[in-house]
């Protein structure tokens, strides 16, 4: 997909979204084999700015809108995020294991959140409604994650 066509998507989604104008952001595309992610965001809250980084050299997910509102999404969730994380970090000691399970536990539920809310808004507004998979590609099959297990009978 072009520079312009990811520009237009961005724009549409930050107006849906309701993100601006009251956070100024822009879309920097990622052209560097090293940078792995697929997307990610560098936020100012006090001056209320944001980055969205879209990895156009090796993206794990075939859909560009899909990304850009899935990342669109985390900064609209960002204020809960940050409140959460403090909530996690004054009530558990950083590096204990009720520590590590409270924040696996809050990324996992956020991530499942923030997916589920972006298929939503693709399947009402997306110019491309398919779905990514390209995640599924280096996970285990069904049969892999029963392999080694001792049987219950």
Request: aromatic letters at 10%.
């Amino acid at each position: 997909m072009d520079k312009d066509k990811l520009q237009e998507l961005f724009d549409k989604y930050c107006r849906k979204l309701r993100i601006t104008p009251q956070w100024d952001v822009k879309l920097e595309l990622v052209d560097d084999p090293a940078w792995t992610k697929t997307g990610d965001f560098k936020i100012d809250c006090d001056d209320r700015k944001a980055v969205l980084m879209l990895n156009v050299r090796n993206p794990r997910q075939e859909n560009p809108e899909e990304v850009i509102v899935h990342e669109l999404m985390h900064l609209k969730l960002y204020p809960l995020d940050q409140v959460t994380e403090s909530l996690i970090s004054s009530q558990f000691e950083e590096g204990t294991p009720a520590s590590d399970f409270a924040y696996t536990q809050f990324f996992t539920a956020l991530e499942q959140t923030v997916e589920e809310l972006t298929k939503c808004f693709l399947l009402e507004f997306g110019e491309n409604r398919e779905l990514s998979y390209g995640r599924c590609r280096g996970m285990k099959s069904f049969n892999e994650l029963y392999d080694g297990l001792k049987s219950i009978d």
